[in-house]
């Protein structure tokens, strides 16, 4: 639990290489602790760590991990890797971290999840990659990086919280008219 | 309470929707604005399709985050993850390590002719023939393209291959020159990193937050410790994501005399 507590601000500001550290320090017990139990490539189960790493941080930056974890930090990514090999089969991809709410405690039912809208990943890949490099940066930083206005225009150097809201809203309305460009 | 978020203003409107997707509302605003979700189907399809732009958005940046772990983590040669103490017994041991594996091909390379080549190929890493490949003719654009896919496997060695027989770089955008760069700091060749690095510096949001904690490491690296701080330091007091990990370098700069 200590090495949560310590690691926990790193992981807060989005410092990656925090992720690259418990990789090697986890990875390893964790590849011998699946291949005792189960049947897996050893690429499938690096592959599932990397992803428990990246649903540690989501979680983390998303305020659903707070300071404290009731578990070491090696016993979360355990399970978390675990649950992902498991779940390899079954679920795409790119939603396998949205899927998680048994690990997410705080998370409350989200009444929205009959999703009608037909927007798929590559088309908003595309049409992201269209922005403009601060536009880019400063929705990373909004809606991934989970920065408040307050933290965007200390590490962005907008002039003001009103100039960086406008900016974020302006961003959005472009990538929203590139992706109906896309559809 | 009420929510503040009058629907006749769509930057006010957004606002709302997104405080209430980034979990930024009271148990109490939230609950008022669901009862309100719940009366307003036009607004209901807003939060629908902003919610969905939103998860998008990240399963985009986790895609790109677990491709960049894949590639740093596979490496196992980032200056960044060895620290300086660490590095002066690691070359010794690799060393010790390739000469014990050459041993082993050798041997039976001598006493059983015919299952030499076979042995070879099960061992060797990757294919054999890359380092030589006839790169001739090639137009820059395309050996860019060709060092990339070796980039993306991890294969840094074989990237820096193409990059090097490149004609010119104008051939790719700054972004490319950029993974030249990196490609480069990963084989420690710092002085093609800072050439490229050099060349894209001040063109994108991207680069301004990464060059810095790259100019400290590879300063470091080549023992150019006032240069090293001067970089890590305007990373240090910046407060970005390097921030701790500047901090942290900082902390092993020999003392100055």
């Not at chain 1, 405690?105 to 595309?126: F, G, M, W």
């Not at chain 2, 807003?46 to 490496?75: D, G, P």
């Not at chain 2, 060695?157 to 490609?183: P, R, S």
Request: aromatic fraction near 12%; proline fraction near 4%.
């Amino acid at each position: 639990m200590k090495e949560y507590k310590k690691l926990y601000p790193r992981l807060k500001a989005g410092d990656y290489f925090a992720l690259v550290e418990i990789r090697n320090r986890h990875q390893k017990a964790f590849v011998r602790f699946i291949e005792s139990r189960y049947q897996f490539r050893q690429d499938q189960i690096e592959d599932a760590f990397t992803d428990a790493l990246i649903v540690l941080l989501n979680n983390v930056q998303y305020g659903k991990l707070g300071e404290k974890l009731s578990s070491s930090l090696k016993t979360y990514l355990f399970s978390v890797g675990r649950f992902l090999l498991l779940q390899e089969h079954r679920k795409r991809k790119e939603f396998i971290f949205d899927n998680l709410d048994h690990y997410f405690p705080e998370r409350s039912v989200d009444p929205y999840t009959d999703d009608e809208s037909s927007l798929e990943l590559d088309q908003l890949k595309a049409s992201f990659k269209k922005l403009s490099p601060p536009c880019q940066e400063l929705l990373r930083k909004f809606y991934y990086q989970g920065y408040s206005y307050e933290e965007i225009v200390e590490s962005l150097d907008y002039a003001s919280i009103e100039s960086a809201r406008s900016q974020r809203y302006n961003c959005m309305q472009t990538l929203k008219k590139l992706i109906k460009k896309e559809l | 309470m009420k929510t503040d978020c009058p629907n006749n203003n769509p930057q006010l409107l957004e606002e709302c929707i997104d405080r209430y997707l980034l979990n930024r509302m009271s148990p109490d605003e939230k609950a008022d604005y669901e009862k309100t979700m719940s009366t307003d189907p036009a607004l209901k399809q807003q939060v629908r399709i902003q919610q969905q732009l939103i998860r998008h958005l990240r399963a985009n940046e986790n895609a790109s985050l677990k491709k960049w772990l894949q590639n740093t983590v596979q490496s196992s040669r980032s200056p960044i993850i060895i620290q300086k103490r660490a590095w002066k017994w690691v070359l010794p041991i690799a060393a010790l390590l390739v000469m014990a594996l050459m041993v082993t091909l050798l041997i039976p390379h001598f006493t059983q002719e015919k299952n030499a080549e076979q042995s070879f190929t099960q061992l060797a890493p990757v294919p054999q023939n890359y380092l030589s490949l006839d790169l001739r003719g090639i137009d820059s654009h395309s050996l860019f393209n060709m060092g990339m896919k070796f980039y993306e496997k991890g294969n840094y060695d074989e990237a820096m291959v193409c990059f090097n027989k490149m004609d010119d770089w104008e051939a790719v955008d700054a972004n490319g020159i950029f993974y030249i760069g990196l490609t480069a700091m990963l084989v420690k060749d710092f002085q093609k990193a800072i050439q490229a690095f050099d060349s894209v510096r001040g063109q994108d949001f991207y680069f301004r937050e990464y060059l810095p904690i790259y100019d400290g490491i590879m300063q470091m690296e080549l023992g150019n410790y006032a240069k090293a701080e001067e970089s890590l330091q305007q990373v240090s007091d910046g407060n970005g994501k390097f921030a701790p990990l500047a901090k942290e370098l900082l902390s092993k700069l020999p003392p100055k005399d």
